[in-house]
């Protein structure tokens, strides 16, 4: 396989991957087409490659700012803005998982804390509150293990996986 195929390829599956996560799929071919390439690219060389407008572009580049997965890049002499993609799969998957947990954990947390207080009571209730607070319990759990994710280098998280599965 040539090059050219091997990151076409790659394109198309990063994107399917990350629709699957509930992610944008251009937002996700954005992402990938900037990993894929060793030089940082413009608006114009990513709408090219991927066939899209400039404002699907744009505003697909700057959702990729806000996630901290990719960053603006001048080029001393050029007026456009350049963008580039970490190389670091570790510290992508990092903060990754920081930004999903801002975005779909946190406001989960927010809202359970929020239905814990029922001034009611019975056994509806009651069974109603427990699992309230079962839910909050859990996600409060899961969102302590990616804060652990992120606070910690790839070592801890190889021996923490080796204890799991040993």
């Keep these: 396989m ?4 091997a990151k076409e390829e790659f394109i198309q599956a990063w994107g ?12 996700s071919s954005i992402h990938a087409l900037l ?14 490659a991927l066939q899209i407008s400039r404002g699907n572009a744009n505003m ?5 700012i806000e996630w901290g997965l990719v960053k603006k890049h001048r080029i001393a002499g ?16 990092r903060q990754i998982a920081k930004e999903r947990r801002k975005r779909e954990l946190n406001p989960v947390i927010e809202s359970l804390e929020n239905l814990k207080d029922i001034d009611e009571n019975g056994e509806e209730a009651e069974s109603f509150k427990k ?7 859990f996600t409060s759990e899961i969102s ?16 923490s996986l080796l204890k799991l599965l040993g």
């Design 131 to 137: 699992r309230i607070n079962d839910l909050h319990d």
């Design 60 to 64: 697909n580049t700057r959702a990729l």
């Design 16 to 27: 399917a991957l990350g629709s699957s996560w509930g992610i944008n799929r251009t937002m």
């Design 78 to 93: 050029d007026r456009k803005e350049f963008f580039v993609a970490g190389k670091d799969v570790w510290e992508m998957a």
């Design 35 to 48: 990993m894929a390439n060793n030089e940082p690219l413009s608006t114009e060389d990513i709408m090219a």
């Design 144 to 159: 302590g293990l990616v804060d652990k994710f992120t606070r910690n280098d790839r070592n801890w998280f190889y021996r």
């Design 2 to 5: 040539k090059l050219e195929e």
